[in-house]
């Protein structure tokens, strides 16, 4: 039986976890590479700016809404379980396999990433670079497979560390009172476009930078307070990533003109080329390699709780539910790994990140809709956090999320077409596992 002990997730995780988790899991490169992208579609400091604070609140009124639902259901898997109890067994197997999906393409990316960085510093490794990213997949793997607390630990000090590295290029941008290099001249080509459709495709980049920022609640059923530390997590989480964001930007905007910023590729590394000198290139690099070491981390553990959540509830293999001793749910762990193995090897991302980005405004939409729901048909419930200011920050979060989801239509119909395809696929495929779990019954 899946509710046996031997199958039971262990509540070893706590507050410092969880907002390790997170900012591990949001903060990656994203932020060194966007900044240069964006100042070229906006052409202005302040819509800049701005634009950077609105994804933030985006993501601040979701994790309210997340808030509750994760303390009202603190379950293995996060959101499909909110979706599941709103809206039944399909709409929870749907979300919860595009759900997976979303997040075990990282690990894969993420260990093909780290091997092209380590092998600017030490150009000697070029031709190993498939070889170092399975060897880091085996690693993280070998790692949890040891126990949920080595890789909390992990999470713990890269997370830290990571942070510690955002702030020295913050404060050493801040210090900087060099010459300012002469403005390259704008290029107004992209500002054709028009400003709105300029807005929203900067926004989904930005959007694009802050996910990962629910990550805490794959993790609620192991945690050992979730009705206070999900909560506290969430929001001391989620406001720190804004401010680093916001931060970053207006550090580089002080070394750099906008015109400059605009025109590059890599803002830290230009940035950094200017304070550092020489060394410039290796400090983006390491910093880099710091970020991407702790989001990989956190990216090897959120599949896992997913698919062993999807196990239970008869959506995959009931062997889905097997936790070691260390608390590592080691089929799922495996499962996903080999998963990753197979996209390390194939190397083609693009479709699977246009794929991503629409279902995660999918899952998260549907989650935001499940809070209403819920409150509707479950009112007496136990809600141990209630969301502030319900139904209006709700409500705001479903109509920002079906506005980006139909720019994402607009601008990409291709994966919404992959979409609609996989979701009438699915339903069969659902009928069959659900009688395959009713005779075992």
């Given at each position: 039986m899946s509710d046996s002990k031997q199958n039971q997730l262990k509540k070893t995780l706590g507050l410092s976890f969880n907002i390790a988790v997170l900012i591990g899991g949001t903060i990656g490169v994203g932020i060194l590479r966007t900044?240069?992208?964006?100042?070229?579609?906006?052409?202005?400091?302040?819509?800049?700016?701005?634009?950077?604070?609105?994804?933030?609140?985006?993501?601040?009124?979701?994790?309210?809404?997340?808030a509750e639902l994760a303390t009202m259901l603190?379950?293995?898997?996060?959101?499909?379980?909110?979706?599941?109890?709103?809206?039944?067994?399909?709409?929870?197997?749907?979300?919860?396999?595009?759900?997976?999906?979303?997040?075990?393409?990282?690990?894969?990316?993420?260990?093909?990433?780290?091997?092209?960085?380590?092998?600017?510093?030490?150009?000697?490794?070029?031709?190993?670079?498939?070889?170092?990213?399975?060897?880091?997949?085996?690693?993280f793997v070998?790692?949890?497979?040891?126990?949920?607390?080595?890789?909390?630990?992990?999470?713990?000090?890269?997370?830290?560390l990571k942070v510690i590295c955002f702030?020295?290029?913050?404060?050493?941008c801040f210090m900087y009172s060099g010459v300012q290099l002469a403005p390259i001249p704008k290029d107004n080509a992209a500002f054709q476009l028009g400003l709105i459709f300029s807005f929203f495709k900067s926004l989904q980049l930005i959007i694009g930078t802050y996910n990962g920022w629910n990550s805490v609640c794959?993790?609620?059923?192991?945690?050992?307070?979730?009705?206070?530390?999900?909560?506290?997590?969430?929001?001391?989480?989620?406001?720190?990533?804004?401010?680093?964001?916001v931060l970053v930007n207006v550090a580089f905007f002080h070394v750099l003109s906008l015109e400059n910023v605009a025109k590059s590729n890599l803002a830290a590394a230009d940035v950094a080329n200017i304070i550092f000198g020489k060394n410039g290139a290796v400090i983006v690099t390491v910093i880099s390699i710091f970020s991407l070491i702790s989001i990989l981390n956190a990216f090897m553990m959120i599949p896992p709780r997913i698919l062993y959540g999807l196990?239970?509830?008869?959506?995959?293999?009931?062997?889905?539910?097997?936790?070691?001793?260390?608390?590592?749910?080691?089929?799922?762990?495996?499962?996903?790994s080999v998963f990753s193995l197979f996209l390390i090897c194939i190397g083609s991302f693009e479709v699977l990140f246009s794929f991503a980005a629409f279902t995660s405004i999918i899952v998260w939409g549907l989650a935001y809709c499940s809070l209403i729901k819920l409150r509707n048909s479950e009112p007496?419930?136990?809600?141990?956090?209630?969301?502030?200011?319900?139904?209006?920050?709700?409500?705001?979060?479903i109509i920002a999320s079906l506005a980006l989801l139909l720019g994402f239509i607009f601008s990409d119909p291709k994966s919404f077409v992959i979409i609609v395809g996989i979701t009438i696929i699915s339903y069969p495929l659902f009928l069959i596992l659900k009688r395959k779990r009713n005779d075992n019954l």
């Open positions: 900044p240069g992208t964006i100042a070229g579609m906006l052409d202005n400091y302040w819509l800049i700016i701005a634009s950077w604070l609105f994804g933030g609140i985006y993501v601040l009124i979701g994790a309210n809404s997340y603190p379950k293995a898997g996060g959101s499909y379980n909110y979706i599941k109890r709103a809206f039944g067994d399909y709409a929870g197997f749907l979300s919860g396999w595009f759900d997976y999906i979303t997040n075990a393409i990282p690990p894969a990316f993420y260990c093909i990433v780290i091997s092209e960085y380590l092998i600017i510093l030490f150009p000697g490794l070029e031709s190993y670079s498939t070889v170092i990213a399975i060897s880091l997949l085996i690693a070998l790692l949890h497979l040891s126990g949920v607390k080595n890789g909390s630990t992990i999470q713990q000090i890269t997370s830290f702030v020295c290029l913050v404060v050493a794959f993790f609620a059923e192991e945690n050992d307070d979730p009705s206070k530390n999900i909560p506290k997590s969430l929001y001391s989480g989620v406001l720190l990533v804004i401010a680093i964001y196990s239970r509830d008869g959506f995959f293999t009931q062997k889905g539910t097997n936790v070691n001793k260390g608390g590592t749910p080691i089929t799922a762990l495996l499962v996903s007496d419930l136990p809600r141990p956090y209630r969301s502030v200011w319900y139904p209006w920050t709700t409500i705001l979060a």
